[in-house]
């Protein structure tokens, strides 16, 4: 398939969820009386969950969890990883280095998931509690990833030049490696979105940052999964916008570098 055509499909494919996430409580409207749990028909055209709620009302206001923890949990976890990575890979001073990288590959060394059940053991962790954890887990990955990107720039002659004219620290290393880097960041960042989005429902599926009974749709699935073979909208509808979200903003990533010339770096 052509990039600009997966492009297309990635678009189509995370605007409906996406959608849903950000606009969907606005069309949800106020809670009406609770029927029988796991039915179908009598107004709820996706019927209701296990304690007798609308499912597509609990469907509008599930994903903006999911989406809004997920991006803040990037975000925070590069806001960190950049600054080390490239300080890592543009620094001389080889102390400087063993001292940012080696906690981090300590922390590289528990699985994510694990690291986060076990905190979450210890206090219960909001939406925000949530996503500090996740971005915690992300970052020695990302700060690799970074350092690698960026260690194949610093040593181009390039680099030694700009030093040898006596440009900042910022210039080199933000405006000439980190700039040559960026494509490498970029596939990276489609990727581990796609992943935090898997660790956020997988978090929210167990009960982690989240209330039982929450309006989510990895909690959706989670509570009703007991019915699924009674009513499945209430499991299959909400698991396919979680498939949909991170399928398609892999597409999109993925289309959009194949689909941008390749950058070489420039000459100062």
Do not use: C
Not at 8 to 20: K, M, N, S, Y
Not at 38 to 63: C, M, N, S
Not at 133 to 154: F, G, H, K, M, T
């Amino acid at each position: 398939m052509t990039a600009p055509r997966r492009l297309l499909l990635g678009t189509a494919v995370v605007a409906v969820p996406l959608l849903l996430a950000l606009l969907g409580p606005l069309f949800a409207g106020a809670p009406g009386p609770r029927a029988a749990s796991f039915t179908l028909g009598g107004g709820h055209w996706l019927g209701t969950d296990f304690v007798g709620r609308d499912v597509w009302r609990q469907v509008l206001h599930g994903g903006r969890t999911v989406v809004l923890t997920a991006l803040a949990a990037t975000a925070l976890a590069y806001l960190v990883a950049l600054p080390v990575g490239l300080v890592s890979a543009v620094t001389h001073a080889r102390r400087l280095e063993e001292l940012l990288m080696r906690p981090l590959d300590v922390l590289l060394a528990v699985p994510s998931l694990l690291l986060v059940l076990l905190v979450a053991s210890v206090f219960s962790p909001g939406a925000v509690g949530l996503a500090l954890l996740v971005a915690l887990v992300n970052v020695p990955d990302a700060a690799r990833i970074v350092r690698a990107a960026a260690a194949e720039a610093a040593a181009r002659p390039a680099v030694e030049a700009l030093r040898m004219q006596g440009e900042s620290w910022w210039r080199v290393a933000v405006g000439y490696v980190g700039r040559s880097a960026l494509r490498t960041l970029a596939a990276d960042a489609g990727i581990r979105l796609t992943g935090v989005l898997y660790l956020v429902s997988t978090a929210a599926f167990l009960g982690v940052g989240v209330a039982p009974d929450a309006a989510d749709w990895a909690v959706m699935v989670d509570r009703n999964r007991t019915g699924l073979f009674v009513q499945p909208w209430a499991v299959v509808v909400p698991a396919l916008l979680i498939v949909a979200l991170t399928t398609g903003t892999n597409l999109l990533f993925d289309a959009a570098l194949e689909k941008s010339p390749r950058r070489k770096g420039r000459r100062p």
